[in-house]
Structure formats: C-alpha cells, structure tokens
C-alpha cells in the first residue's frame, strides 16, 4: 500500500511556487511511481500481488465536481495518482498483479487538521458529507484489507471510494 502524502501548502493557486508544487507532487505522485516500480517488479517475479494507491476523495471528484478551493495542488496530484493506478492497472493485468486506490473523503487525522485549519473549517467541510462526520481510519483501513484480499481478486484499475457519500453529492 502507498499512503505517503502530504496537503502541500493549502492557499490560492496564486500563492503556490513551483517548489510548492515539486513539494507536494513529490511526495503524492512521485513516491507512488518509484514505489510502484520496485513493487510491480516484485510481484511479477511471483506471479501475484497487489498494489494499492491512496487517492482522495477531492482527487478522484476532479472529473465531476470542483476540489477545495485553496486546494489545487493537492487535488491535481491526488488525480494524477489515480491516473497512474489505472495505467499500471492495465500494464500488469496480465500478470497477476491487481493495481486499485482507494479515495478516501475526510478522515479524522493530523493531514485533516492541518488542511483545513480551524475547527470551523473542519465542521465546514463536514457538512460535505452525507453521512456528516469524518471517516475513521479503521474504515479506511477495511477498504484497503478488502482491495488486497482474496475476495477482490478480480478486481483491478478501481478506484474505491470511502467518503461518506461524498462522491454521491
């Protein structure tokens, strides 16, 4: 499972500088490109494997709805992991090796609170939600054990959303 990630530098795109942006896609895109070579390498010496990316739900929502303002950078490299996933999805279909992200809406962690700030902001963003509340991490946690489980062997270039609904709204 690839879960490094950072928020980045929340703010306007006004304020984002290409380091920024490197900070950021670094982390998100560029760890899970390296990570996914040396773990596709293994996996098909065996014959078997899988690979799951985190996303985000404001990542994966970018084809349909906006991502959070002040969020650009962060929302842009969540996609773009979700645009790697499903290529290399693709690249080891053959192979035995399953590739999926699962997108994860607000879960109450550090990353959360840094993002948005303030409580108020935080509650703000929570009325998103259908099921208004934050996910916990033992739900994202499930997802991610379900992915790699024998149950979701055909199952590959998915991307699984656990957001409250949020993808839904």
């Known amino acids: 499972?690839?879960?490094a990630g950072t928020e980045g530098v929340p703010g306007p795109i006004t304020d984002q500088t290409a380091q920024t942006y490197h900070d950021t896609f670094d982390t998100n895109v560029l760890g899970v490109v390296l990570s996914m070579k040396h773990q596709a390498r293994v996996m098909k010496g065996q014959?078997?494997?899988?690979?799951?990316?985190?996303?985000s739900a404001f990542g994966h929502a970018a084809a349909r709805i906006?991502?959070?303002?002040?969020?650009?950078i962060y929302a842009a490299s969540k996609y773009a992991v979700e645009g790697l996933t499903k290529s290399v999805a693709l690249e080891l279909a053959t192979s035995g090796v399953r590739v999926n992200a699962?997108?994860?809406g607000p879960?109450?962690?550090e990353l959360l609170s840094r993002f948005v700030g303030t409580p108020e902001n935080k509650a703000g963003l929570l009325t998103?939600?259908?099921?208004g509340r934050a996910g916990g991490v033992e739900e994202l946690a499930a997802a991610v054990v379900f992915l790699a489980s024998e149950e979701a062997t055909f199952i590959t270039g998915h991307v699984l959303d656990v957001d409250g609904g949020l993808a839904a709204s």
């Open 66 to 72: 906006a991502g959070p303002a002040g969020g650009a």
């Open 1 to 3: 499972m690839n879960n």
């Open 128 to 131: 998103l939600v259908p099921m």
């Open 47 to 55: 014959g078997s494997g899988s690979i799951i990316n985190i996303s």
């Open 102 to 104: 699962v997108a994860p």
């Open 107 to 109: 879960v109450d962690t």
